[in-house]
């Protein structure tokens, strides 16, 4: 590979509100030498970055591309054993594919799952980004946690080709954010730490990190970056508005399913599941495994625990694998309230106690002898207090011998049997973890567009780069 190519960047657009971040992190690569290419995953989106990026940088060839490869040759290329597990997180997130409770989303106008259009898309963004990158044309992809066609087509050809990547995903550590070089969850200095090498200074900052977090009444949450005015929420709306001028169908139908809808189902699911007293009472009268139910339309779920998509099965074959002498608790995930049908919260409290969504996560897993965990921060915040952990899917925090992680579903009911009689982690464990973390966490927020965090987060790139060998 000739340095030429090294020193540019491939930059998947795919949102119109990131346009104006990446845009900033470009022109801070550009002072730094590095060249950038742009594409942008629609023609919505395209809208958007041809007004705030200069056009020489765009890549709107390819949504007009026509492949030329046979599909199935370049899935054989790039190592791709099925298509359709790639192309189905795109279809969750544009609600073309059924929701968890096996039936389309409301006003989602799916009368059958349109897998023919979603592979057509990516052959299509296959054939363009094997081009390019044959044609000398490749470069590092910098992109963010997520599962749409182009980013994950993009990182499969960039593999292939040897290229290093930049994959940013969420850090529990304020003001930063976990760089990866693949989809999987994987990080070097995590892997590497040891209490035992430690130094005390190294010793002291993990414990002080540690008790911030567990002195901390507020649950983590991930990094949204600034906070929005009220101007510029209005200023998106009709930004949005006015690039779907063309067909303002999913603006209104997203709009009422989310501002009318979703309110009023939520409202009711609530009224299924027990209140915060009745959800006290039952947390300190019971022995009990808890599970916090995951947010279905999110990559952690979608990329990277297909397998554990409808959560209402998982929670039932979880409720037959407790030890004896232990109940099940769920807790349903606040921003999911009201997206499924009722149906939903009915099951979920035939098989666990449901207990209040409105009860804090921390509450319920403090007093916990096991957390079952689906890429969710609470397995991190559960890790952090030496509670015992059951992994489903890749999270940031499995993997490592800090959670005891389900591989195979029938072993299940043998791992939280061991995690129930371990008695959890201990104080140097924890605190290995925590500077584990740290060590693999590095400054900067995705989708913060302060001047200082765009000069902070490309230092951190050049960094994380350097230390790929580039």
């Known amino acids: 590979m000739s340095d030429i190519t090294t020193r540019r960047f491939i930059v998947p657009l795919h949102s119109q509100d990131i346009v104006e971040f990446l845009d900033l992190i470009g022109n801070q690569l550009s002072e730094r030498n590095y060249s950038i290419t742009y594409i942008p995953q629609d023609k919505y989106v ?50 073309s594919y059924d929701a968890p409770s096996y039936r389309p989303y409301w006003l989602s106008g799916t009368g059958t799952l349109p897998y023919e259009e979603y592979r057509n898309l990516f052959h299509r963004t296959l054939d363009f980004l094997d081009r390019l990158y044959e044609d000398g044309n490749g470069g590092i992809p910098l992109q963010n946690q997520g ?9 499969r050809v960039a593999d292939y080709h040897g290229y290093p990547s930049v994959r940013t995903s969420f850090s529990p550590v304020p003001g930063h954010v976990l760089f990866r070089t693949t989809e999987e969850m994987r990080f070097p200095a995590l892997d590497a730490a040891s209490y035992d090498e430690m130094t005390s200074k190294q010793r002291e900052a993990a414990q002080e990190f540690r008790a911030s977090v567990t002195e901390n009444q507020q649950q983590v949450m991930g990094s949204t970056g600034q906070s929005e005015s009220l101007y510029q929420n209005l200023r998106r709306k009709a930004q949005r508005i006015q690039e779907h001028r063309d067909d303002l169908s999913p603006v209104i139908s997203d709009w009422v399913r989310r501002r009318v809808a979703k309110p009023v189902l939520g409202a009711a699911a609530k009224r299924l599941y027990l209140d915060e007293a009745q959800s006290r009472e039952f947390i300190e009268s019971n022995k009990y495994v808890f599970y916090p139910v995951q947010y279905f339309r999110e990559s952690r779920v979608t990329m ?29 995930h606040p921003r999911q309230l009201g997206a499924l049908p009722l149906s939903h919260a009915y099951k979920l409290r035939r098989y666990a106690t449901a207990v209040a969504p409105t009860i804090s996560a921390r509450e319920v897993l403090t007093e ?4 079952v965990t ?33 591989t195979r579903l029938n072993s299940l009911s043998a791992k939280l049997n061991e995690a129930v009689h371990s008695g959890g982690l201990s104080e140097e464990t924890v605190i290995q973890f925590v500077h584990g973390l740290l060590e693999s966490s590095y400054e900067g927020e995705w989708g913060n567009t302060s001047r200082e965090n765009i000069e902070t987060f490309v230092g951190s790139i050049g960094e994380f780069l350097s230390e790929q060998g580039d």
């Open 46 to 95: 395209a809208k958007t970055a041809q007004r705030q990026l200069e056009h020489e940088y765009l890549q709107l060839d390819y949504l007009d591309h026509r492949p030329t490869s046979d599909f199935d040759a370049l899935c054989e290329k790039y190592g791709i054993d099925s298509p359709r597990d790639l192309v189905f997180p795109q279809m969750v997130y544009d609600r």
């Open 147 to 155: 599962g749409e066609v182009l980013r994950r087509a993009l990182q």
């Open 304 to 332: 990277r625990a297909p397998a554990f998509y409808n959560q209402l099965w998982v929670i039932e074959y979880l409720s037959r694998s407790l030890p004896s002498g232990y109940e099940l608790i769920v807790k349903d």
């Open 368 to 371: 916990a002898d096991a957390v």
């Open 374 to 406: 689906l890429n969710n921060t609470v397995g991190y915040e559960s890790v952090m207090y030496g509670k015992p952990v059951v992994t489903l899917g890749d999270a940031f925090y499995s993997g490592e011998g800090y959670t005891r992680d389900v």
